[in-house]
């Protein structure tokens, strides 16, 4: 059974940065699709971004687009979510996610949906001030 625990998150202000990490165990596949989604109270969870951990493109909202960007570190096993020019908006509890059995062209082209989440990591709230 595939398992995400996320760290990082906390307070910041805005146009600042901050770095979200996650590591994924318990799977056997060897390229899977690993993605961060967030929501606010009241919101549905949404996708923000998602890799592929074969290689290849990664999907982002258009409204994290050339601010945040997703990463993997093969050697650790870990998916980054590299956050610059917070926003109030971007206030929300991140969650790492997982799912091993779509494709990377699925994980890619937005296709990695809350719907579609295999494993689920705890959440950690990350909070821009004005």
């Known amino acids: 059974q595939v398992h995400v625990e996320e760290s990082g998150g906390g307070s910041v202000q805005t146009g600042q940065s901050m770095r979200l990490s996650c590591v994924a165990s318990?799977?056997?596949?060897?390229?899977?699709?690993m993605g961060w989604f967030r929501q606010t109270q009241g919101k549905e969870r949404e996708p923000v971004a998602s890799?592929?951990?074969?290689?290849?493109?990664?999907y982002y909202a258009d409204s994290v687009k050339g601010r945040f960007t997703i990463s993997r570190d093969h050697a650790t096993k870990t998916t980054f979510l590299q956050m610059n020019s917070l926003k109030p908006e971007d206030t929300a509890m991140y969650y790492c996610?997982?799912?091993?059995?779509?494709?990377?062209?699925?994980?890619?082209?937005?296709?990695?949906?809350?719907?579609?989440?295999?494993?689920w990591g705890q959440g950690t709230q990350v909070t821009v001030s004005s």
């Open positions: 996610a997982a799912n091993v059995l779509i494709g990377g062209r699925t994980c890619t082209g937005g296709g990695f949906v809350a719907n579609r989440v295999g494993a």
């Open positions: 890799i592929w951990t074969g290689g290849g493109n990664a």
């Open positions: 318990g799977y056997t596949s060897s390229s899977f699709c």
